[in-house]
Each structure stands twice: as structure tokens, then as C-alpha cells.
């Protein structure tokens, strides 16, 4: 075991008890031994019951816990959680999604694995670490990736530069951690879209928006589309199916082109649809009212840390009450907050408010979320970060 050890305080050993993967600083009563960032560490209640096992870090959420009995953080572990994760995408049917070779492989607690993320692009992994300890494993789980994938597997490639702690001085550098390859073409459900994982944001796809996606072609037959933060175009290019017109718009010039890259890829020479690089508030303070049917609202995360909800809640407010007032009256919208400090409740209200303060009738169509290989640990209610209302209003 570690040989460190953290014994919390008296009533804060709850949460572990249900489960919950987090340990944040001000249950622990003490600590015996002088651990680091990136250490393992052994949690025992006030009563020096054995609790868990975890990564210590400096910070708010001190211990990610790995596991909740006592064990070895070692390479047999890491090839049984990950070999949970791959199973159980076969029996959720990620891994048979027709026409479809990019999924998230790991989603962190979702998977039992705190800070590791791991998306699938036809054959390449890119690897993202939130946590210095996971992080120190590197070897050990690419080498058990390397194992499970076998042939399926060409690369691995580490993009946790900007995701690591602040605090952990590590050097970290993008790169390659096994083979090579070049950003390449992937498809998701038949459509083609180009990924650049050593430039764009994230892994370089949101994959998490799949589903969505899909349900938004359901809708856009006919309909003049708005895709607000459109960043790659995903929702455009479904849209284009058998909408009448799609635009797409990004304050990034960078990524209004590789949107009608990926249109093109799927669509090609067709005039329907167009990319504009503005900001998306002030595309829409300039729309004539009615000018769209359909708009998606899919803004990057307004509020990482609880201490800016507020002002996060009133940017929702404000983005979505300009929407309802310009969309043409029978009109939708797909409206999106993937920010993990904004609960289903409270993304929920500020919708809610936006829509009376516009005066406008608003009913819900559907309530949305991520999809299988972005799973929500039970236990751990912020996993769920993705929350999104299909709404009609008339």
C-alpha cells in the first residue's frame, strides 16, 4: 500500500460510502506523511476504518479516488479497468454503431478512472490526463491500450499539456506516445468529418454531441439553420441532409473553415450552406427576427469553478432569450450548457427565465444528454456534464 495516510474528519467519510470518487480538503483531519502531487494515498475514517485508495493533489478536490478497496495501483489494475470500459462499450453497442469509427474510449470517474480521457479515432487514441498520478502511469497505460486494441490501434497521442494540475510542474509536451500518424478523416454514423487532434480543441472532436446530432437531422428537413459556436461544423453537417440553408458561425476564422471543410467533405459544391466568422451574441443582435426555423446553441463552457455560476447562469439567460425572440414563430431550438458546475436544474431555469422575459409560448420537445461512451457514474452526479432542451416555441 502507499504508507501515507489521510484520516478525515468525523461525518465526512459519508459521501464515500456512497461511492462518491472525490475527496475534498476540508474533510481531512490529518495527514501522516508528507505526500505530493501525484502520490497514492490511503483514506481511513476518524475511526481508522480503511476507506479508499487514490491520487493525492493539492487544491480543492485533494484525493481522486481510484479504488474503495485496498490495492495496488499497478498495471493489473489499470488492465482491469480498462477492460471494463472496452466491454462494456461492446454490450452498449458503441463499438457497432454503423458507419462509426470515433467514440471516447475512457470517460474518467464515468469509467472508474479519474482523469484519464481517451478518444477513439479510427485507429489513433488521444489521451488527455487531468491528474498527476494517472498521469505518472502513462507508460502502463498505453501499454495496456497497446495490449487490448492490438491491430485496431496505430497511435497514441498525448494532449495533456494544458490539462494537467497548474500546480504539477511537469514539463508535460503534446506528442506521440506510441506509433504515429497523421490528423486524418473519421466517420460517424456514415457522415465524414476531418479531426486535427494536434490542433483543434479537446481530442479534436466533440464527440459527446453524437446523439444530438443525429435527433437534429430529424428536425431540419426544410428549415433555414443556425448553428451558433459551431466550431466544426458537426451540427451543420447533419443539418445539410435536407435542410433548405445552414449557416455556421464561430468567433474562430480557424474553425469556420474546417467546418466548410467537413460540409464540403460530405456535401460537395453545395451552396446551402455558409460559414461566418463572428461573435455569436452580436450575429444575432444583427438577425432579422424570423430569419431561422431551427437554431443550435452549443456554447463552450460558460463556468468551470462554482465561484463564476452566477454570471454562467446569466450568460444562458441572455444567449438563449436572444434566440427565442429572433426564431421564427413554430420555430427550435437545441440549446446546450457543457459546463459540469451547472446542474440539469439550474441550466433548466435560466431557459426557463429566458423564455418568460421574452413573453414568447415555449414547450419542451426533449431533454438531452451525453451519449453511452460519455457514461455517468451514479455515484458521482457530475459526470453527467452535458445537458441540453430541444424546445419549440411559438
Known sequence: MSGIKLVLKSGKDQSLMRYHPWIFSGAIKKIYGDPREGDVVDVYDNKDNFLATGYYQPGSIAVRVMDF????????????????????????????MPGTNAYRLVHGEGDGLPGLIADYYDGVLVLQFHSLGIYREKDTV??????LLGTDLRAIYNKSETTL??????????????????????????YKFRIDWVNGQKTGFF?????????????????????????????????????????????SEKAVRLAEENVELNFPGDRRHSGVTADAFKYLDNTAAGEYDLVILDPPAFAKHNNVLHNALQGYKRLNMKAIQQLKPGGIIFTFSCSQVVSRDNFRKSVFAA???????????????QPADHPVNIYHPESEYLKGLVIYVE
Not at 482491469?80 to 466491454?87: D, G, L, N, W, Y
Not at 500546480?167 to 478523416?185: H, V
Not at 426544410?222 to 468567433?251: C, E, H, P, Q, W
Not at 423564455?355 to 414547450?363: D, E, Y
Request: aromatic share 10%; proline share 2%; with cysteine.
Open 69 to 96: 478497496e485496498k490495492r495496488e495501483l499497478d498495471k493489473e489494475f489499470y488492465h482491469e479497468r480498462i477492460s471494463a470500459a472496452i466491454e462494456y462499450r461492446k454490450k452498449s453497442g458503441v463499438l457497432s
Open 142 to 147: 498505453c501499454s495496456v491500450l497497446r495490449s
Open 165 to 190: 494540475p497548474f500546480k504539477a510542474d511537469t514539463g508535460a509536451e503534446n506528442g506521440y506516445l506510441y506509433g504515429s500518424a497523421d490528423p486524418g478523416i473519421v466517420s460517424e454514423y456514415g
Open 207 to 251: 464527440i459527446d454531441q453524437r446523439e444530438n446530432r443525429r435527433l437534429l437531422q430529424e428536425y431540419s428537413e426544410g428549415k433555414k439553420v443556425l448553428n451558433l459556436f459551431g466550431y466544426t461544423g458537426g451540427f451543420s453537417v447533419y443539418a445539410m441532409k435536407n435542410a433548405a440553408r445552414v449557416d455556421t458561425v464561430d468567433i
Open 355 to 369: 423564455a418568460a422575459n421574452t413573453g414568447r409560448k415555449v414547450r419542451i420537445l426533449h431533454q438531452l444528454s
